[in-house]
């Protein structure tokens, strides 16, 4: 990815995190709660199989909404 489209994207993950903020369930992995925003970086990681910032510029737009979901579907 672009470092000018890697850093919108950045800054909507933050954005997502932020958002998430207090709504993601409890885990026995994380007893003081989750990290939002390594939440959605790590689910855009596991779905593209790559770092945000490796992902090539044509899926920008999927990831883009691939975010979304995770906002509408906090798990």
């Known amino acids: 990815m672009?470092?000018?489209?890697?850093?919108?994207?950045?800054?909507?993950i933050q954005e997502a995190?932020?958002?998430l903020?207090?709504?993601l369930?409890?885990?026995?992995?994380?007893?003081?709660?989750r990290n939002p925003y390594a939440h959605v970086?790590?689910?855009v990681k596991k779905k593209f199989s790559l770092?945000?910032?490796?992902i090539p510029d044509v899926k920008f737009k999927e990831v883009l909404d691939y975010i979304?979901?995770?906002?509408?579907?906090p798990s």
């Open 25 to 33: 369930p409890d885990h026995p992995n994380h007893p003081k709660g």
């Open 17 to 19: 995190g932020d958002y």
């Open 2 to 12: 672009n470092k000018e489209n890697a850093s919108k994207l950045w800054k909507i």
């Open 41 to 43: 970086a790590f689910c």
């Open 51 to 54: 770092s945000y910032k490796d």
């Open 68 to 73: 979304d979901y995770l906002k509408k579907n």
């Open 21 to 23: 903020e207090g709504q």
